[in-house]
């Protein structure tokens, strides 16, 4: 049963989850939350390894998910099911949108999806600003769909130890370093990546 409530799962994500693969996370910490499968922190983990890997983000935590749950046999089920409404919708489109290029029915649908990504997309960024440049914790309330943020205030830490500093220090750098520093801005990606993973195994050690 855990192999079709992965597929079933999945499919609405993939479905569902309009303007690429940010816009996955919020259903991922839905089926989180409904299944038990992983924690939040966990699900910033698999954002955080997705990110670093080749292929689609969405596509890589499906994958993640599926084996968190289910072993290897999961993994391949999740990202089946992740993947299937992209080929039944994308198809379907590729056959019709000629025709239907010009109307605006079409113009208006698009214009509406826009900002429901846009959406989607901040809804995510906001999460994941809390969960790793503060302490503050979502929690969601089971009569409801409200999110309360909760966090426990350190006598005597920069404003209570409601920012992760060293985090915070990081992210300003990786800013900087990628949009105003000419000789390094134009690295590729995984160079960022690979500092970042050295930086946190160097805190890590220093206990910061």
């Known amino acids: ?11 609405k994500t993939g479905l569902f989850a309009v303007g690429g693969g940010m816009a996955t996370l919020p ?3 839905a089926i989180g939350e409904s299944t038990g499968w992983y924690t939040y922190t966990d699900l910033m983990n698999m954002l955080a390894v997705s990110e670093s890997t080749p292929g689609p983000i969405g596509i890589n935590m499906a994958t993640y998910v599926g084996f968190t749950a289910a072993g ?33 029915y079409v113009d208006q649908a698009f214009y509406g999806l826009r900002p429901a990504s846009t959406g ?11 969960e790793v440049l503060t302490s503050v914790q979502l929690i969601t309330q089971e009569s409801g769909i409200l999110k309360i943020a909760t966090v426990s205030l350190v006598a005597g830490e920069p404003l209570g130890g409601l920012l992760n500093l ?13 949009n105003w520093v000419p000789k390094v801005k134009g690295l590729h990606p995984i160079a960022f990546i690979g500092l970042s993973a050295a930086v946190g195994i160097v805190f890590g050690f220093a206990g910061v």
């Open 1 to 11: 049963m855990i192999y079709l409530q992965l597929y079933w799962e999945f499919f």
């Open 27 to 29: 259903f991922l910490q």
């Open 72 to 104: 290897i046999p999961g993994a391949v089920i999740a990202t089946i099911g992740e993947v299937t409404p992209s080929i039944i919708v994308i198809l379907i489109v590729a056959a019709v949108l000629h025709s239907f290029r010009n109307n605006k």
């Open 120 to 130: 989607l997309i901040g809804a995510a960024c906001v999460a994941v600003i809390l």
């Open 166 to 178: 060293s985090g915070l220090a990081l992210a300003a750098l990786l800013l900087v370093l990628t």
